[in-house]
Structures are given as structure tokens and as C-alpha cells.
């Protein structure tokens, strides 16, 4: 699976959109980016996922760039219930046997 | 509700001692996975399972081991030989194709 960045940290204000990047500069045409958030102590949480077109969902919108080396997660009303780490991951779909590799995520603080 | 539930929340266990974990899901989910997440720390990858009676070692196996013989359980043991084994252990399950994992909400064991 194709190596991920994140950056460790970002604030964000209640109520205004959070949008979290990831670089994947070594992503292959068949591996899909996903997201997945984790709230204190608890397990992740599926948030969306996508392969080359914009997905948007109930949760958050997925921006994936053109050259799809780079992708941007918008979480477009931000609230404190929205404070958690934020985990992206591309790999390949189809087999229910490849696993997930979880790098650090993103840690977003939504502040009132 | 389908989910995927681990027990129990908290654990405690004394040096020297193996302890078991369990996960049990609802989901018919085929493949089932354990992963460890040490404080600040992504997931790493202990072991996984396709199929009922099928297991592979992920990242970090040593130390500790499983089974899978029903396709709802997936129990996860704690072995003596593990030396470091204070962490928060999340289960996983999915299913073939391009949906998503569901994880449970965690066991936190420590050793005293």
C-alpha cells in the first residue's frame, strides 16, 4: 500500500469547515484513498473513501486531486463532536484480506 | 444492530501471565483482524483472518496468538512472551469489496 503524510496537527473553529490534507505521491491507479477518524479511546470510524472523482456523504467530502497525489478531507460545519484523529490510507480494494496500515492521522482540534 | 463487540473494556493482567481478548461480530463479515495502538500511535497489525480456520501473522505476531473457529469470534490471546504488552487492542471485521472496516470500541489491558 502507498505511503501516506499528514500533517500531526490542525485547529479548526467550531462551526467552519475543516479541511484536512494528505500527500500520496506514490499512489497506484488501483488503490483507493480512505479516511477514517478516532475519537478518544474508541475504535476508528469509517468516514469515506474514494478512487479518482469527488465523494461527498453524510459526514464529509472527499477532494481528490487530478494527478491523485494528494487529497483533501472537508468536514464543511465543524463541531466539537468532530475532535478526533483523522487517519488517511490508500490501498488496494477487492481482497477482503489486505489489511489496513494506519500511519499517525491528523489530530484536529475543534475549538468554540 | 450488527457491530462488532470486544470484551472487556478494561483488563488487567499480572507479569507472566497470558490473557484473552475477545471479539465477536454480527456482521457476516468474512475477515477479521486484531490491531495494537500504543499511546500517540497509529494501529499496528497483530494478526488477521479471511476465513473460518485461516489465520496470518501481521506486523508485530510475536508473543501473541489466535483462532478462528467460528466466523463470528475471533479471539485474540496475550501470551507471557509478549514483553510490552500494556495497549489499547482494537478488532476489525469486513467484508469482500469496497466497503469500508468496522471496528469495535476497544479493550485497554495493562499489565501490573
Known amino acids: 500500500d502507498a505511503k501516506t503524510t499528514q500533517p500531526p496537527s490542525m485547529d479548526c473553529a467550531e462551526g467552519r469547515a475543516a479541511n484536512l490534507p494528505c500527500n500520496h505521491s506514490?499512489?497506484?491507479?488501483?488503490?483507493?484513498v480512505y479516511w477514517y477518524r478516532q475519537i478518544h479511546s474508541q475504535g476508528p470510524q469509517y468516514i469515506i473513501h474514494g478512487l479518482k472523482n469527488n465523494e461527498t456523504n453524510e459526514m464529509a467530502s472527499l477532494i481528490i486531486t487530478e494527478d491523485r497525489k494528494s487529497s483533501t478531507l472537508i468536514l464543511p460545519h465543524a463541531t466539537l463532536r468532530d475532535t478526533a484523529v483523522y487517519y488517511c490510507?490508500?490501498?488496494?480494494?477487492?481482497?477482503?484480506?489486505?489489511?489496513?496500515?494506519f500511519g499517525g492521522g491528523t489530530r484536529l482540534m475543534v475549538k468554540p | 444492530d450488527g457491530g462488532i463487540t470486544q470484551s472487556p473494556k478494561y483488563l488487567f493482567r499480572k507479569e507472566g501471565q497470558n490473557v484473552t481478548l475477545s471479539c465477536e461480530q454480527n456482521l457476516n463479515h468474512d475477515a477479521m483482524y486484531w490491531y495494537r495502538q500504543d499511546p500517540g500511535q497509529g494501529l499496528r497489525l497483530i494478526y488477521y483472518?479471511?476465513?473460518?480456520?485461516?489465520?496470518q501473522k501481521g506486523d508485530i505476531a510475536e508473543g501473541y496468538s489466535v483462532s478462528r473457529e467460528k466466523k463470528e469470534s475471533f479471539p485474540l490471546t496475550v501470551t507471557s512472551a509478549q514483553k510490552n504488552p500494556t495497549a489499547f487492542y482494537l478488532c476489525?471485521?469486513?467484508?469482500?469489496?469496497?466497503?469500508?472496516?468496522?471496528f469495535g470500541s476497544g479493550t485497554r489491558l495493562t499489565v501490573v
Open positions: 476489525a471485521s469486513r467484508v469482500q469489496g469496497l466497503r469500508g472496516y468496522t
Open positions: 483472518s479471511q476465513i473460518v480456520n485461516d489465520f
Open positions: 506514490t499512489i497506484s491507479g488501483n488503490e483507493y
Open positions: 490510507i490508500v490501498r488496494v480494494e477487492g481482497n477482503a484480506g489486505n489489511m489496513l496500515t
